[in-house]
């Protein structure tokens, strides 16, 4: 049962970033490079991969609830523990978003009146 709910978590954790990173990258014109991202889609996108992170930790907990020393503690410390261990391994997610906002080059938009 287990490797069922593993196997949902993490199908779903994938989905919230692949969701969450395709809501940045749509904004981004190309024919328009100085068109900048709204900031509500950078907010959404980033509550999405959290989310996904958060699932990601509902994985963790899974697997370490398999493990014999775990017998001992409640599940909440475990999950608590779980969301510990994937913030310092994979945090750096968060800030996807706001990164390809702020590192996308920008061109000064020329008006075809002035051409």
Not at 8 to 21: D, E, K, M, Q, R
Not at 28 to 47: G, M, Y
Not at 60 to 74: F, G, H, I, Q, W
Not at 83 to 89: C, D, P, Q, R, S
């Amino acid at each position: 049962m287990i490797n069922y709910i593993q196997l949902a978590l993490g199908l779903a954790s994938v989905a919230c970033i692949f969701i969450g990173l395709v809501t940045t990258l749509r904004c981004l014109d190309r024919n328009d490079s100085s068109k900048d991202i709204p900031k509500d889609k950078i907010i959404k996108s980033t509550i999405l991969i959290l989310i996904a992170l958060l699932l990601y930790s509902g994985v963790k907990t899974c697997s370490n609830l398999v493990s014999e020393a775990a017998a001992d503690y409640d599940i909440t410390v475990i999950y608590m523990a779980s969301v510990v261990e994937v913030a310092k391994t994979f945090g750096f997610l968060i800030f996807i978003p706001l990164l390809i906002k702020v590192l996308r080059p920008r061109r000064i938009s020329v008006d075809k009146k002035d051409q």
